[in-house]
């Protein structure tokens, strides 16, 4: 099965389609694809057959995201928790990884036709190396497209994700690109793996669980989360239709409250950038209100030097990530016309 399966909607989707396009529309939907095992015991199968079944609707999932116009979906492919399950299962999954990956390098043609663009997100050294390798072949060749996203989070846990964030930060003190007082909520979230994405509009959970299971807790506190009964196998295109318009209800009130939070932070660092000018002020002998011009000549000067540090470490830490994947890539032997097109993709 394909990453993206080809076809249209019938002519009552498209229908309903475009009646759901004429509200808000999310720009960016995220997944936990949950009640693969329960639809395989329901259907007397294997559990790997109901995981490959899991797959096969994530890609008739992503064609009809694409259909409705949503750029960007982030899935919950296998969670750090999950190397706890039986060595059966985990070994299962493993294959069937390296069998998706593998597929994925070989649909380039369709890859770049849809302009799709493969991010990987998680503590991807818990893999086997194997796996690594070929997730940084597919995150590489497609780096430069941009038409729609898909972010697989591989080994991935939110709780991990802002701890990785908050050593990235520590790393950049330690080397001397930030102070610590460039350390914010703001850079927490330029170093979280996600920091080329936008915070999803809404997550979508299957299976009847209410909980998010550890994914994507920072990014989703201002997302529409709707969970739904239907085992992910079994998803169609009226559950999603479903979800978008429960986030179009409540779409205001969202945007209202994501816009209060991004306001109040924005005071909050202009509090922080008024103490230290106030502070410096200080030292230079003024009086506690100090000359005006000098400090608003004091405060421009804070905030350009803390973007100058700021961006100068974002630099430094996204090389610092692609090195981890071009290393993978470097190691291994070509695969047939793929060197030379990771090459015209650059």
Request: aromatic share 6%.
């Given at each position: 099965m394909s990453w993206i399966r080809e076809g249209e909607l019938t002519i009552i989707e498209r229908f309903c389609a475009n009646i759901i396009k004429a509200g808000p529309m999310p720009k960016h939907v995220a997944f936990i694809m949950d009640g693969n095992r329960r639809y395989a015991q329901k259907c007397h199968v294997e559990r790997q057959q109901g995981h490959s079944q899991g797959f096969d609707k994530l890609a008739q999932t992503l064609r009809w995201c694409l259909n409705l116009g949503i750029r960007e979906v982030t899935v919950y492919a296998f969670s750090i928790e999950?190397?706890?399950?039986?060595?059966e299962e985990v070994d299962g999954?493993?294959?069937?990884?390296?069998?998706?990956?593998?597929?994925?390098?070989?649909?380039?043609?369709?890859?770049?036709?849809?302009?799709?663009?493969?991010?990987?997100?998680?503590?991807?050294?818990?893999l086997p190396l194997d796996i690594q390798e070929l997730i940084a072949q597919a995150v590489l060749a497609t780096r430069n497209y941009n038409k729609c996203f898909l972010n697989v989070c591989f080994a991935y846990t939110s709780r991990h994700e802002?701890?990785?964030?908050?050593?990235?930060?520590?790393?950049?003190?330690?080397?001397?690109?930030?102070?610590?007082?460039?350390?914010?909520?703001?850079?927490?979230?330029?170093?979280?793996?996600?920091?080329?994405?936008?915070?999803p509009d809404l997550l979508i959970r299957t299976s009847g669980e209410v909980r998010l299971s550890d994914f994507l807790?920072?990014?989703?506190?201002h997302s529409c989360l709707v969970f739904q009964s239907v085992l992910w196998p079994e998803y169609s295109f009226w559950n999603l239709c479903e979800a978008i318009l429960r986030f179009q209800m409540n779409y205001?009130?969202?945007?209202?409250?994501?816009?209060?939070?991004?306001?109040?932070?924005?005071?909050?660092?202009?509090?922080?950038?008024q103490a230290y000018v106030t502070k410096k002020l200080q030292q230079e002998g003024f009086v506690s209100h100090g000359d005006s011009r000098r400090?608003?000549?004091?405060?421009?000067?804070?905030?350009?030097?803390?973007?100058e540090r700021i961006q100068g470490f974002l630099q430094a830490l996204e090389h610092k990530r692609a090195d981890f994947f071009e290393r993978l890539c470097a190691a291994v032997p070509a695969v047939a016309g793929f060197e030379m097109f990771l090459f015209t993709s650059r």
């Open positions: 999950n190397f706890k399950r039986s060595k999954l493993m294959d069937l990884a390296r069998q998706k990956f593998s597929r994925l390098l070989e649909e380039q043609e369709s890859l770049k036709k849809h302009g799709v663009c493969i991010r990987v997100l998680g503590d991807l050294p818990l802002i701890s990785n964030a908050v050593r990235e930060m520590a790393w950049g003190v330690e080397q001397g690109l930030l102070e610590p007082s460039d350390v914010s909520e703001s850079l927490l979230d330029k170093c979280l793996y996600t920091n080329n994405s936008p915070d807790l920072w990014q989703t506190s205001s009130a969202l945007q209202k409250a994501r816009d209060s939070y991004m306001e109040e932070r924005r005071r909050q660092q202009m509090e922080r950038d400090r608003q000549t004091l405060l421009q000067k804070c905030t350009a030097m803390r973007e």
